[in-house]
């Protein structure tokens, strides 16, 4: 069984076709990537697996699971994580409790424990912070972990964010754009990174990209969209000998 | 604000210690009449100012949302109190307690009732709705027979006594002791940062399995229920209640207080609330000035410090020791 499977995906905003019938899957441990020019409907994919939009027809099935009509948090905590095109980090936390909203549901402490400093708040949140620490060492930003999440340069900004996302425990890591803003070099480190996270947490990527040297050495298939419709799909390979993708890139 | 570094058992004991002797020093001006009851009450006005502001910091700075009719739960606070203390069979000393549960359960309600629509959506509906709400419910307690309408509720009986002087101060100053407590651990805790993330981005909140609703309405109702209580010890303070004493003046004044002090800093709440109590009253002697110069104080910090007395920041005094103590080490390593 796919992990992630979505059939003859729609969305209609007003008389905008914002996607037709689209569909993919995602097997476990899998780096999937989806390409296609501006405007093509790649973060509105994103918007429905996590339930910001609601579709207007079709089906999502993940590990065999509904996600039509669940609710964004309760999603994210079926297993689904997200980072976003424009940074969404929490900007005026520390670096550390941006990572530990996300790991709210390793605590178990209710309200009033924590309001009045029970044992357990202490022991919980201490497990939590050693985590979270650990987190951060993925990207080496051990240094960062007391910093205002603002002042971190854009780079970090885009790499606290993966964190984020990883820290609440996902099994599919959504990746809208990574490299946006990155440098070649960066760029190139994030790939490696890219793969070590997915050999480390044991999880699939689907990532959207505009880097093709990113987008053609990471990912292992890919799904190219324009105007809302699936123009192609298969191996980096057969995506760069295909005429549409071509044409869509380049124009007729 | 990384709270397992520091000795945090440490700070604890100088905080305690701290409040107990500020307590002491206090009661004892008190008791023995060095306070004469006109500053007592001062005093007391701005404890219960305290706990209004933090409880409106609470939803307002640190989880975003503006509300206008915070006097609005007030209100319902102080009413369910009087009403209470008023018709019960049992001394004050019971009542009064059992009273100030109740003026927080029915404010807290109110929370509910209010929340559960305007927090279900994302923007600044809840002001709006508050501000209805405030309106609402002084329009409610202006016709009720209950209420005594706008002639309001006189005799409602104070604890504080000839022989007692400190008897209302005592519980505004350990309300307002354990609020700014729960307080901290609460924004300390997973819960607060829950709350502060959907200040800073509601959807990136929710994409990371935050329940933003029931956070919000969370944060909502226990300001609501804070402030309801602070409003029955309001009631009983002051004895005399009507409805006229909380119209959306006084949410302003609330609302004004909070964002002096900084949006999302506790402590900068209970400073400016005590500073906007106690200001007016020294000023009495240049009445005709008054108001003038209240202004223009705030247009001069709104001018000067956007961000409010504190912005987001914190101070402590056992913060401000460990800052002096490492400053003074700096200082002896860099002489050796």
Not at chain 2, 116 to 139: N, Q
Not at chain 2, 226 to 249: E, M, Q
């Amino acid at each position: 069984m796919h992990l992630l499977v979505i059939k003859d995906l729609s969305v209609i905003f007003g008389g905008l076709h914002a996607l037709n019938d689209f569909h993919m899957f995602v097997d476990d441990r899998e780096i999937v990537g989806l390409i296609g020019p501006n405007g093509a409907g790649k973060t509105t994919v994103f918007n429905l697996l996590t339930g910001v939009y609601a579709p207007s027809g079709g089906a999502i099935r993940f590990e065999g699971e509904s996600l039509i009509d669940k609710k964004p948090f309760q999603i994210n905590r079926i297993g689904i994580a997200r980072t976003f095109q424009n940074i969404r980090i929490f900007k005026n936390m520390t670096v550390l409790d941006n990572i530990k909203v996300a790991m709210q549901q390793d605590m178990k402490y209710t309200v009033l424990a924590g309001m009045t400093r029970m044992p357990f708040f202490w022991s919980e949140e201490k497990k939590v912070d050693a985590k979270a620490r650990k987190m951060l060492e993925i990207f080496d930003m051990e240094e960062t972990a007391e910093h205002t999440a603002a002042n971190l340069p854009y780079g970090l900004q885009r790499k606290l964010e993966i964190l984020r996302a990883l820290a609440s425990n996902p099994k599919l890591l959504l990746l809208d754009e990574p490299a946006a803003g990155m440098n070649p070099t960066e760029t190139r480190e994030l790939m490696e990174t890219i793969r070590k996270i997915r050999d480390d947490f044991k999880i699939a990527i689907l990532l959207i990209e505009h880097d093709m040297s990113l987008v053609m050495n990471v990912c292992e298939r890919l799904y190219v969209l324009d105007y809302g419709n699936l123009i192609a799909l298969g191996t980096p390979e057969q995506i760069r000998a295909n005429e549409k993708v071509i044409t869509a890139y380049l124009g007729s | 604000m990384n709270i397992l570094k520091k000795k945090t058992g440490v700070y604890y004991l100088i905080n305690a210690v701290l409040v107990a002797a500020l307590f002491l020093v206090l009661i004892i001006v008190i008791n023995t009449g060095t306070l004469n009851g006109y500053y007592t009450d001062i005093l007391t006005f701005a404890l219960i100012n305290i706990v209004l502001a933090v409880s409106l910091n609470l939803v307002t700075g640190i989880l975003g949302q503006l509300v206008l009719g915070h006097a609005g739960f007030m209100l319902v606070g102080a009413y369910a109190a009087a009403l209470f203390t008023k018709n019960s069979e049992l001394s004050l000393t019971v009542a009064f307690p059992i009273g100030l549960v109740l003026s927080g359960l029915f404010a807290a309600i109110c929370g509910v009732v209010i929340g559960l629509p305007a927090l279900r959506l994302r923007g600044d509906y809840l002001a709006i709705i508050t501000l209805g709400f405030g309106e609402i419910i002084r329009v409610i307690a202006n016709n009720l027979k209950i209420t005594n309408g706008a002639m309001g509720l006189r005799g409602i009986d104070s604890l504080s006594n000839r022989n007692n002087p400190g008897a209302m101060f005592t519980y505004a100053f350990f309300i307002a002791v354990v609020v700014i407590f729960l307080m901290f651990t609460f924004v300390r805790s997973r819960h607060g940062r829950a709350v502060i993330s959907i200040r800073e981005d509601e959807i990136a909140a929710e994409s990371m399995g935050i329940n933003t609703t029931y956070y919000k309405m969370f944060a909502f109702v226990l300001a609501a229920f804070i402030a309801g209580i602070a409003g029955g010890v309001y009631a009983h303070h002051v004895g005399v209640i009507d409805p006229a004493k909380f119209d959306f003046n006084r949410s302003v004044e609330i609302l004004i207080m909070v964002v002096l002090g900084g949006m999302g800093s506790i402590t900068g709440s209970v400073i400016s609330a005590s500073v906007l109590t106690i200001l007016p009253e020294l000023l009495r002697d240049f009445s005709q000035y008054r108001m003038l110069i209240y202004s223009v104080i705030l247009i001069c910090l709104m001018l000067f410090k956007p961000s409010g007395l504190l912005g987001r920041y914190e101070i402590s005094v056992p913060g401000l020791l460990h800052a002096l103590i490492k400053k003074i080490k700096n200082k002896k390593s860099g002489e050796v």
